[in-house]
């Protein structure tokens, strides 16, 4: 069973991971973002049919897992991963790597949390066929919304966020209309963090695996301290279940954060029943021309040139061993 979760990050999935990788026979391991990363390089790599090609992309593939910055300690083989690849695709690669993590860990299946699968889901679903489980995780927009304006990492303005997550929440709708019902479940942060037992029993019915209570013990795992450890963006998940975690927006939103984000993203937060506050009862959604969005691109640009250079030391020196083989891969390929 090859289980994808997907949505948008800020959604509460390291906490669903840890809890999903206290399960006996699923091995959900911090996600070096594969297909996310690779995607926009395959074009560099040329023909995958070459197998001098692929075995570029095999090697690049397993070098970023190998720096990923919660280490999976499993020692990959390029041949093995080679042989396992049922064709010459990321995806495959992808699928490879995940089948010896789990192979490793002794467990018969896998997560993926890399929410921004939601991406790729055509392909996901061309390969992995009937094999594929695909957990959709959503929590109210305006939350993800204020933990990405206060996060290391993502957009840094109400509408590009509320864009972002519109759209991750369309694809990942369709998903659910396009996949047997067997293969796809939709599960709220909020219910998630309010009903932490049922709602995991509800997931491991799903799953057709047993319940376990070690599950809601996820913050005193190895896996969590290993998390925590290597960035002050996982610190919580050494925290039992925050319950209270919701509605934030209310507080930390200004009200044109919020008019922004509910303009771009109300249909999302309409089809998953959240009521929206200001757009259409306080204040008409607001529609921005190619002025203002250019404007907004800027401001964007420099709140995220601000939040990297204020990250904590410790957060870039995990970080920076992806980052400086993803540019050694550009600069090669540019080369090529």
Partial sequence: ????????????????????????????????????????????????????????????????????????????????????????????????????????????????????????????????????????????????CLSFLKAVVGEKTAFHVGRQWNLEQQLALACGRRVPSSQYLALSYEELTCNPESTLQLLCRWLGIDFHPTMLEFHASEEASKTAASGKLWENVKKPVMSSNTRKWLKGMSCDQVIDFESVAGPSLAELDYELVLVGKHAAARHHDAEATAALELENRRLKATVKASMPPEDLAARQPQEDLLAAIRSRLVLA
């Avoid at 809890?19 to 996600?31: D, F, K, L, R, T």
């Avoid at 192979?103 to 993926?112: F, Q």
């Fill in 1 to 144: 069973m090859k289980i994808f979760m997907i949505g948008t990050q800020r959604s509460g999935s390291n906490l669903l991971r840890l809890m999903v990788n206290q399960a006996p026979s699923i091995a959900a391991p911090h996600p070096p973002h594969i297909l996310e990363r690779f995607a926009p390089l395959l074009p560099s790599y040329g023909d995958l049919r070459d197998e001098a090609a692929f075995a570029r992309l095999v090697d690049d593939v397993v070098r970023l897992v190998e720096l990923n910055p919660v280490s999976w300690g499993v020692a990959f083989d390029r041949v093995d991963i080679r042989r396992r690849c049922r064709d010459n695709s990321l995806v495959a690669v992808f699928g490879a790597v995940m089948d010896r993590m789990a192979e490793a860990y002794g467990k018969p299946d896998w997560m993926c949390k890399s929410l921004a699968n939601v991406h790729f889901l055509p392909e996901i679903e061309r390969y992995f066929g009937a094999d594929a489980r695909y957990l959709y995780l959503y929590r109210d927009g305006r939350d993800v």
